[in-house]
């Protein structure tokens, strides 16, 4: 009667997984965590209690906190692909670095998803406007400008 609780040994992968996952938690968790709070403060700053009825607000929130606890998440899985001993060493190979590709191209998506559901937007008027819908009306101004 064996127990059925993961084994989270991953022996001497630990020699590369380790090294890349200090790399990429440093690069990406760094970015995200400065866009999430800045602009976390920009939308204290800008504040109107109008924004609890705005889903883009939520999808906003939502997303930050997507961007920031996913690669931890990811590399988990990640390290939890190598240590099951029921899966080939080529299934092992491809589901890390499906994880790994996964952290890296994370921050290309969450900006492009932070950048057009900031709910508290300026128009070209300089007139505050708070965004219903994500994307809707289109940001005006350039990528990854509040």
């Given amino acids: 009667m064996g127990s059925r609780e993961p084994k989270w040994r991953i022996g001497w992968n630990w020699l590369w997984f380790g090294p890349v996952c ?3 938690l440093y690069f ?10 800045m ?4 939308a204290i700053k800008r504040w109107s209690w109008v924004g609890l009825f705005s889903p883009s607000a939520y999808f906003y929130l939502s997303t930050v906190l997507f961007s920031v606890s996913f690669p931890f998440r990811a590399l988990l899985f990640a390290m939890g692909s ?3 001993d029921q899966l ?3 299934h092992r190979g491809v589901l890390t670095a499906i994880a790994i590709a996964g952290v890296i191209l994370l921050p290309f998506v969450t900006d492009t998803l932070i950048w057009g559901s900031f709910p508290f937007q300026f128009d070209d008027a300089g ?3 708070l ?3 994500p994307f809707l009306p ?3 101004g350039g990528y990854m400008t509040f």
């Fill in 131 to 133: 965004r219903l819908i």
């Fill in 39 to 42: 602009t976390i403060r920009l």
């Fill in 138 to 140: 289109w940001p005006s």
């Fill in 22 to 24: 200090l790399v990429l």
């Fill in 82 to 84: 190598l240590a099951n």
């Fill in 28 to 37: 990406v968790e760094i970015h995200t965590m400065r866009l999430g709070l």
């Fill in 127 to 129: 007139i505050g406007r």
């Fill in 88 to 90: 080939t060493t080529k």
